[in-house]
T-cell receptor, first 112, second 116 residues
Framework: GDSVTQMEGPVTLSEEAFLTINCTYT??????LFWYVQYPGEGLQLLLK?????DKGSNKGFEATYRKETTSFHLEKGSVQVSDSAVYFC???????????FGQGTTLQVKP | NAGVTQTPKFQVLKTGQSMTLQCAQD?????MYWYRQDPGMGLRLIYY???????DKGEVPNGYNVSRLNKREFSLRLESAAPSQTSVYFC???????????????FGAGTRLSVL
């Protein structure tokens, strides 16, 4: 079945450091790919998305490119801030049910 | 804009007790979902409703039932709670199932449930 694998956390960075969170997927067909973010005590909210190969999703300085050849959707940010501290989830949606399949989440802690 | 509203925010139950988690969305979305979040396991789908009047099992449906009361509301019921159901429960909604670009799911703030 379809699945998503994320790099294990927690990831601890200093402010202004470069961030990469790896995400790879297994899916039949051509899934849409998402990154969701969960701030402490809150629900998940969409960070960015890509719906076809080579698409780049971007938002709030974060970027991820849909790589079909490597089945990856890595999240990057050039300079993280303390306010980026959160849990990040990679997810895919395939088929016609609208269901999302999530990775296990990666906790990011940014220190001043 | 309220978005997706879940009640209650916190709940403590004893083993064997029953309860219903409520979820309502005001975005006129067709599809609604219930997930549970456990440490190190991401979110797992319990049940979903692709449209009003339909419900389907997700990855972990055992021990749960759902009702799509109307287009706005989708409730999750635990008939006889067990300690293994201690978790954080999230409700979500989306405009349209099956369309990748439109299947952006919007989440509620969650219900933290402890079963003793």
């Amino acid at each position: 079945g379809d699945s998503v694998t994320q790099m294990e956390g927690p990831v601890t960075l200093s402010e202004e450091a470069f961030l990469t969170i790896n995400c790879t997927y297994t899916a039949t067909g051509y899934p849409s790919l998402f990154w969701y973010v969960q701030y402490p005590g809150e629900g998940l909210q969409l960070l960015l998305k890509a719906t076809k190969a080579d698409d780049k999703g971007s938002n709030k300085g974060f970027e991820a490119t849909y790589r079909k050849e490597t089945t990856s959707f890595h999240l990057e940010k050039g300079s993280v801030q303390v306010s980026d501290s959160a849990v990040y989830f990679c997810a895919l949606s395939s088929g016609n049910t609208g269901k999302l399949i999530f990775g296990q989440g990666t906790t990011l802690q940014v220190k001043p | 804009n309220a978005g997706v509203t879940q009640t209650p925010k916190f709940q403590v139950l004893k083993t064997g007790q029953s309860m219903t988690l409520q979820c309502a969305q005001d975005m006129n979305h067709n599809s609604m979902y219930w997930y549970r979040q456990d440490p190190g396991m991401g979110l797992r789908l319990i049940y979903y409703s692709a449209s009003e009047g339909t419900t389907d099992k997700g990855e972990v449906p055992n021990g749960y039932n759902v009702s799509r009361l109307n287009k706005r509301e989708f409730s999750l019921r635990l008939e006889s709670a067990a300690p293994s159901q201690t978790s954080v429960y999230f409700c979500a909604s989306s405009e349209l199932a099956g369309e990748g670009a439109k299947n952006i799911q919007y989440f509620g703030a969650g219900t933290r449930l402890s079963v003793l």
